[in-house]
């Protein structure tokens, strides 16, 4: 039920994000509204995944991760009814709010039926491999759908998915509590939600006009407030959603930044491929979906033994590894034009995937061996919070250094192309006004094609410049791993002497 309930919480990931350039073309959006569309997802699910821990571990996980699943059918539902980019958003929110629910909660469901951390390692494999056949299926259900379907179409299969596994965990799951007591920290929930929500808002806002705007501004200034506010209530609470002497294990410390640092450039870099493949090559969706599958098939089916090597193989190299892997597959993207072919990028997309599955399922593992049991919990959702927070601000971050690179190297392509003066003065006004994807729809008659060809040139630095930056930010966070990191050491001494419980069956006396 834990793989399932992942499942069904990535499942939008790669649904909606080969979807995006046909979203583009039915509602006329920008490409800071296409960002908005991924981050509706990601915010709800980093400002709100700690709270969900805790609500699982002082109410019930089974309670929290049936709410999860009907918000996450819910907001397929909104999102397939939507027909503007606004209700787009709001169903990707509700569906961001299950999937914030149901990812610490289906780690806690992993830790309570297997308390040995060794043999932990091989499920959080599977875990992971869930994960990863939820990225892999989504973008084939979204190519086949869209071949024949209108674009809304793609939220269909979460709705039955979600009312399914709803029925199932209510015969197969059995409910249980994290052992003492916590409380809901609301001071902590809500200046955490507050900072995510405007950094995210104020990257966002920026990129698409300028950060020194007053509302930007205001929007970055009260996210580091909000964040300072954090740690001070965090403190000083005796029950605390995030409890900060966590991060004085270094590797709990390392697995978290590298989360936010490695997702903040991946899932930014996705964000720019997926444009890429439509606005540039215009491939049909399930064509880019096959692009994109290349990626996730080497972690799904490396997840399951990469899982039994967490505890034979150190962290420190497991980790580092495969970013650096991760950052050589990027820059060997760095060449790639218009019209370069699917085989010259297979290998290079498979490459990639090699890097992440050395990093995903061993990051999780560590993050939760790192911490003494009875915080296993906190650590999964911490570590979850982050790389959400890292891969909302991805698509806001990459989004924003693609269309400025892109902005600033049209007029030369334009001119390059042979165009007039007017007409390069034309189309750039209506890229720095309207967007990139703007300058697609102008009809220019006879300059069509080549203003069109110009525009694929200028995407395309903007591409290179997001490649360069998502490899720096692998090899940062591969840096962070190499210093940081070291062998777990606290679970398996708490399990084996017995001394902390592994979870508390809803009911019990010691849950009570």
């Not at 039920?1 to 992942?6: I, N, Q």
């Not at 197969?172 to 001071?187: F, K």
């Not at 193989?313 to 034009?337: F, K, W």
């Not at 890097?355 to 915080?375: C, E, N």
């Amino acid at each position: 039920m834990a793989c399932v309930g992942v499942f069904v919480a990535y499942l939008p990931v790669t649904t909606v994000s080969v979807s995006l350039p046909a979203m583009q073309r039915a509602l006329g959006a920008s490409t800071s509204q296409l960002s908005w569309v991924s981050d509706a997802f990601v915010l709800p699910m980093a400002a709100l995944i700690l709270t969900a821990g805790v609500f699982g571990d002082v109410h019930g996980r089974k309670k929290v991760y049936q709410a999860g699943l009907a918000l996450s059918g819910l907001g397929a539902l909104v999102a397939l009814c939507a027909r503007s980019v606004e209700v787009v958003w709001i169903g990707q929110a509700l569906a961001g709010l299950g999937s914030a629910a149901l990812l610490p909660t289906t780690l806690a469901l992993i830790s309570h039926a297997v308390p040995d951390p060794r043999e932990r390692g091989k499920y959080i494999g599977l875990w992971a491999t869930a994960l990863m056949g939820a990225l892999a299926t989504g973008p084939i259900v979204a190519g086949i759908i869209l071949d024949h379907f209108a674009w809304r179409w793609i939220y269909l299969l979460s709705v039955p998915a979600s009312l399914l596994t709803m029925a199932c965990a209510a015969k197969l799951l059995t409910d249980s509590r994290a052992p003492g007591t916590r409380r809901l920290d609301w001071p902590g929930q809500l200046t955490a939600a507050l900072s995510i929500t405007a950094l995210v808002y104020g990257i966002i806002e920026g990129g698409a006009t300028s950060f020194t705007e007053p509302k930007v501004m205001v929007a970055l200034s009260t996210a580091a407030v909000a964040a300072v506010a954090f740690v001070l209530v965090e403190r000083a609470s005796d029950s605390p959603m995030l409890d900060l002497t966590l991060f004085r294990s270094p590797s709990f410390t390392a697995t978290t930044l590298i989360a936010m640092i490695s997702f903040l450039g991946l899932i930014g870099f996705f964000f720019a491929l997926s444009l890429y493949f439509g606005m540039v090559q215009h491939l049909s969706t399930l064509d880019a979906a096959w692009r994109l599958v290349t990626v996730c098939a080497v972690p799904l089916l490396l997840g399951p033994p990469v899982g039994r090597l967490v505890h034979r193989v150190s962290p420190r190299l497991l980790i580092p590894g495969g970013l650096l892997v991760t950052a050589a597959s990027l820059l060997s993207l760095t060449d790639i034009g218009p019209d370069t072919s699917f085989g010259s990028l297979a290998w290079r997309l498979a490459l990639l995937g090699l890097g992440l599955a050395f990093v995903i399922t061993p990051m999780t593992a560590t993050a939760v061996s790192s911490v003494p049991y009875r915080q296993a919990g906190m650590a999964a959702a911490a570590n979850n919070a982050f790389r959400q927070v890292g891969g909302a601000l991805g698509p806001a971050v990459l989004g924003a250094l693609l269309t400025s690179e892109a902005v600033d190297a049209l007029p030369g392509h334009l001119a390059d192309a042979g165009l007039s003066g007017r007409t390069v003065q034309q189309v750039t006004a209506v890229a720095e006004h309207d967007g990139i994807g703007a300058v697609g729809g102008l009809d220019l008659g006879a300059d069509t094609p080549r203003v069109l060809a110009a525009l694929s040139e200028a995407f395309v630095d903007g591409l290179h410049l997001c490649l360069v930056v998502a490899a720096v930010l692998a090899l940062l966070a591969a840096a962070v791993g190499a210093l940081l990191l070291r062998r777990p050491r606290h679970t398996a001494s708490a399990v084996t002497a017995g001394s902390v419980p592994p979870a508390v069956p809803v009911g019990s006396r010691a849950g009570e």
